[in-house]
Nanobody
Framework: QVQLVESGGGLVQAGVSLRLSCAAS????????MGWFRQAPGKARNFVSG????????KYGNSVKGRFTISRDNAKNTLYLQMTSLKPEDTAVYYC????????????????WGQGTQVTVSS
């Protein structure tokens, strides 16, 4: 069992940076491929980024590639998402996720979800 709690969301202007954190409980955090997903109002939940158990392999959705950076600290049981050059279209609820399938970007493969944190980017 893994419990995930996101933090760091907020209302920001376009062009600035923001860092999201996800604190995980339990001793199995390091065993999971972790990811970030986001969901805008009226839209499906979409993959943003994923990271391997060791942190040495990362994956990004096309819309955030080059602007967002995922990382993890297994000693602190924490996942991060550094977001730069934010755009209004990045506005969404961002969810931390522990995936049951290595390398997956599908919401159906998520074993555990966080409660989400709202990111709103104004133009």
């Amino acid at each position: 069992q893994v419990q995930l709690v996101e933090s760091g969301g907020g209302l920001v202007q376009a062009g600035v940076s923001l860092r999201l954190s996800c604190a995980a409980s339990g001793r199995t955090f390091s065993r999971y491929y972790m990811g970030w997903f986001r969901q805008a109002p009226g839209k499906a939940r979409n993959f943003v980024s994923g990271i391997s158990m060791s942190g040495d392999t990362t994956k990004y959705g096309n819309s955030v590639k080059g602007r967002f950076t995922i990382s993890r600290d297994n000693a602190k049981n924490t996942l991060y998402l550094q977001m730069t050059s934010l755009k209004p279209e990045d506005t969404a609820v961002y969810y931390c996720a522990a995936l049951r399938l290595y390398g997956s970007s599908r919401p159906e493969d998520v074993a555990y979800w966080g409660q989400g944190t709202q990111v709103t980017v104004s133009s």
